[in-house]
C-alpha cells in the first residue's frame, strides 16, 4: 500500500439482509491490488438489480468476492499490483468489478477494467460497466443481433435497456421496448426506439407482430421471465433468439415448446457476475474497440436518472425498487 493512502475506508455494508435500509455505512480496510489487479480510488458506482438481490440475501457473491455491493465503478488508479502494466497510478478508468463497489477504494481486474471515454464525467462513465457488458454480451454475442433484424427489449427505459436501445440502433437494428407508463414510451422513443409499448395498457405479442407485418422480433432481450417466457415464445420470429439475463416475475412457468421447435427459436441466457476473468475480458475488449469509439464522439451516452451520495445509498435502493427511474442510479464518492 502506498504510503499516502489511508488504511481505512468508509464502504457500504450488509450486516443482516432486509429493504433498503439494511444498507449500512461502515469502516473497512483499504483492500491492496494483488497481481493483475489496479487500486481505484472510487468517484462514483452503479446501482443495479444484482445489488438489491444481494442486499436481500438473494444474490451471494462468488467465491473470493468482496461482501461489499457495487459491480460497477469509475475512478483513478492510485495503485497498480503486477502484472497490470497497462495502466499507471492517476489514470482515469472505468471498471466491471464482481463486489466491493460502494466504497471510496475498490480493487479491479486491469483486464476488466477500461479507460473512461473522452468527454464523460466519472458519474458516466460508472454507468457503463455493468450495463454495456450485460447488453453486448446477451444481445450481440449471445443474441448475434445483426444490422436490419429487430430487438424487443423488456424494460425499455431500466440502466439495460436505455443502453441496448442506443446500441442496436447504433448497429443499424430496428427496437421495440416494453415500458410501465406513457413517460417511459416516450423516454424510450427519444432514445431511438422504433416502438415503445407500454405493457399495463398494451398486449406487446400483438402490438411487436403488427409493428413487424406478422414476422416477430429476431432477438429478444427479457430480464422478467416468469409469464414473459410463454409470450416471448409467440412474439418472436422464425429462427428467433430470446437471451435471458434476469427473472423479475420468477424463473418458472408453465411453456409450449411445441413453439420452439415450429419456430426453430434459440433460448439462451447468462449471469455475467460469476463468468470467470478471461470471459470478462473478451468482452471488455471488444467493447473497447466498437462502442467505446461511439462513446467518445456522443453517437452514444449512458442516461443518468439519479445520483446519491455513498452514504445515501439506502435512498438510492429506494428509488430503484419504486421503478420510475428512466436510466441508470448512480452513487457518487468523495
Given at each position: 500500500?502506498?504510503s499516502s493512502l489511508?488504511?481505512i475506508?468508509t464502504?457500504?455494508?450488509i450486516?443482516?439482509p432486509?429493504?433498503p435500509?439494511?444498507?449500512v455505512p461502515?469502516?473497512?480496510?483499504v483492500?491492496?491490488?494483488?497481481h493483475?489487479?489496479?487500486?481505484l480510488?472510487v ?7 444484482p445489488?438489491v438481490?444481494q442486499?436481500k440475501?438473494?444474490?451471494?457473491p462468488p467465491?473470493g ?23 499507471k497510478?492517476g ?6 468489478v464482481?463486489?466491493?463497489g460502494?466504497a471510496q477504494?475498490?480493487t479491479?481486474?486491469?483486464l476488466?477494467?477500461l479507460p ?9 462513465a460508472a ?5 454495456f457488458f450485460?447488453v453486448?454480451?446477451n444481445v450481440f454475442d449471445r443474441?448475434?443481433?445483426?444490422a436490419g433484424?429487430?430487438l ?5 427505459t431500466?440502466?439495460?435497456?436505455t443502453t441496448a ?7 443499424g ?5 416494453t415500458?410501465?407508463?406513457a413517460e417511459?414510451c416516450a423516454?424510450?422513443r427519444k ?6 409499448i407500454?405493457y399495463t395498457a398494451?398486449d406487446f405479442?400483438?402490438e411487436?407482430k403488427?409493428a413487424s ?7 429478444i432481450l427479457?430480464m422478467?421471465?416468469g409469464?414473459?417466457?410463454a409470450?416471448?415464445?409467440?412474439a418472436?420470429a422464425v429462427?428467433g433468439?430470446?437471451v ?10 408453465q411453456?409450449?415448446f ?7 427459436l434459440?433460448h439462451t441466457?447468462?449471469t455475467?457476475r460469476?463468468?470467470?476473468?478471461a ?9 473497447e474497440?466498437k462502442?467505446?469509439?461511439?462513446l467518445?464522439?456522443g ?13 445515501e445509498a439506502?435512498a438510492a435502493h ?5 421503478s ?5 442510479i448512480?452513487?457518487?464518492?468523495g
Amino acid at each position: 500500500m502506498t504510503s499516502s493512502l489511508p488504511t481505512i475506508m468508509t464502504a457500504i455494508t450488509i450486516p443482516v439482509p432486509g429493504g433498503p435500509d439494511a444498507l449500512v455505512p461502515g469502516e473497512r480496510p483499504v483492500p491492496q491490488p494483488v497481481h493483475g489487479e489496479l487500486l481505484l480510488k472510487v468517484e462514483a458506482a452503479g446501482v443495479n438489480r444484482p445489488d438489491v438481490m444481494q442486499r436481500k440475501g438473494l444474490y451471494p457473491p462468488p467465491a473470493g468476492a468482496s461482501d461489499i455491493p457495487g459491480l460497477e465503478i469509475a475512478g483513478t488508479v492510485v495503485a497498480v499490483g503486477e502484472g497490470a502494466a497497462r495502466f499507471k497510478v492517476g489514470d482515469r478508468v472505468c471498471a466491471l468489478v464482481t463486489g466491493g463497489g460502494y466504497a471510496q477504494y475498490c480493487t479491479t481486474s486491469a483486464l476488466t477494467a477500461l479507460p473512461i471515454p473522452d468527454g464523460l464525467s466519472a458519474v458516466e462513465a460508472a454507468a457503463l460497466p455493468e450495463t454495456f457488458f450485460t447488453v453486448w454480451s446477451n444481445v450481440f454475442d449471445r443474441g448475434r443481433l445483426a444490422a436490419g433484424e429487430t430487438l424487443l427489449v423488456h424494460g425499455g427505459t431500466s440502466g439495460i435497456g436505455t443502453t441496448a436501445i442506443q446500441l442496436a440502433k447504433a448497429f443499424g437494428a430496428k427496437v421495440f421496448v416494453t415500458v410501465g407508463s406513457a413517460e417511459k414510451c416516450a423516454a424510450a422513443r427519444k432514445l431511438g426506439a422504433d416502438l415503445a409499448i407500454d405493457y399495463t395498457a398494451q398486449d406487446f405479442v400483438a402490438e411487436v407482430k403488427s409493428a413487424s407485418d406478422g414476422k416477430g422480433a429476431d432477438v429478444i432481450l427479457d430480464m422478467v421471465g416468469g409469464p414473459y417466457i410463454a409470450r416471448n415464445y409467440e412474439a418472436a420470429a422464425v429462427d428467433g433468439r430470446i437471451v435471458q439475463i434476469a427473472f423479475q416475475q420468477g424463473s418458472k412457468a408453465q411453456v409450449d415448446f411445441m413453439r420452439v421447435m415450429l419456430k426453430r427459436l434459440t433460448h439462451t441466457g447468462s449471469t455475467l457476475r460469476s463468468r470467470p476473468v478471461a470471459d470478462k475480458a473478451a468482452i471488455a475488449q471488444a467493447l473497447e474497440a466498437k462502442v467505446w469509439p461511439l462513446l467518445a464522439n456522443g453517437s452514444v451516452k449512458p442516461l443518468i436518472d439519479a445520483t446519491f451520495p455513498l452514504n445515501e445509498a439506502a435512498a438510492a435502493h429506494a428509488h430503484m425498487e419504486g421503478s420510475t427511474h428512466i436510466g441508470k442510479i448512480v452513487l457518487t464518492i468523495g
